[in-house]
């Protein structure tokens, strides 16, 4: 089964802190690409940060960056120096070639405390 | 250069009608994909079009209707509309050349049905 998993529905993080989000996948195909998509209140949705499967280095923007742990199928996502404006729900999906499509986590929904 | 842009934005139906929900890729893209997302849950892939055909799609019944014209915007049908229904409903378009690397989101379409 194509699934992805967030175990975490809801995280804490003071301003300034560091907090990383939990995900798994589970797919039996080589090509795929992942990704973490950050939904504010506005509901569209915004990329924050992507990988490519075959790559082995971790993807980095600016303070967001990945856990790319391939053989356990875990890609987690780090936000240093949090900031108010981070505070939304993330997503963790991933994109199948041979189905052209995306699948979905549940989300986590991010907290920034001031 | 205008994103994604879908309409209405939000809308009401009655149980048993029917609803037609509009798409606008972003400029230069050619593919558009929808997507459905419940309250409290990441979305669901409806279906993808590309050169005006319905090249993928989920597992939604055959209420969910789709098209692409010429000029690539997309309209999303569904009848019969039942109370489960009710949710946002994300355009996503992207470059078919492109798939994984260009995956682009409209603010959504916010459907009540009563």
């Known amino acids: 089964a194509q699934t992805v998993t967030q175990s975490q529905p809801e995280m804490s993080v003071q301003e300034a802190e560091t907090v990383t989000l939990s995900c798994t996948y589970d797919?039996?195909?080589?090509?795929?690409?992942l990704f973490w998509y950050k939904q504010p209140p506005s509901r569209q949705m915004i990329l924050v940060i992507r990988q490519e499967a075959y790559k082995q280095q971790n993807a980095t923007e600016n303070r967001f960056s990945v856990n790319f742990q391939k053989a356990a199928k875990s890609f987690s996502l780090k936000i240093s120096d949090s900031q108010l404006g981070d505070a939304a729900m993330y997503f963790c999906a991933y994109f199948l070639g041979s189905n052209y499509q995306l699948i979905w986590g549940a989300g986590t929904k991010l907290i920034i405390k001031p | 250069d205008a994103g994604v842009t879908q309409s209405p934005t939000h809308l009401i139906k009655t149980r048993g009608q029917q609803v037609t929900l509009r798409c606008s890729p972003k400029s230069g893209h050619d593919t558009v994909s929808w997507y459905q997302q419940a309250l409290g849950q990441g979305p669901q892939f409806i279906f993808q079009y590309y050169e005006e055909e319905e090249r993928q799609r989920g597992n939604f019944p055959d209420r969910f209707s789709g098209h692409q014209f010429p000029n690539y915007s997309s309209e999303l049908n569904v009848n019969a509309l039942l109370l489960g229904d009710s949710a946002l409903y994300l355009c996503?378009?992207?470059?078919?050349?492109?798939?994984?690397?260009?995956?682009?989101f409209g603010e959504g379409s916010w459907l009540t049905v009563v």
């Open positions: 797919t039996s195909e080589s090509d795929y690409y």
């Open positions: 996503a378009s992207s470059l078919s050349e492109e798939l994984r690397n260009t995956i682009y």
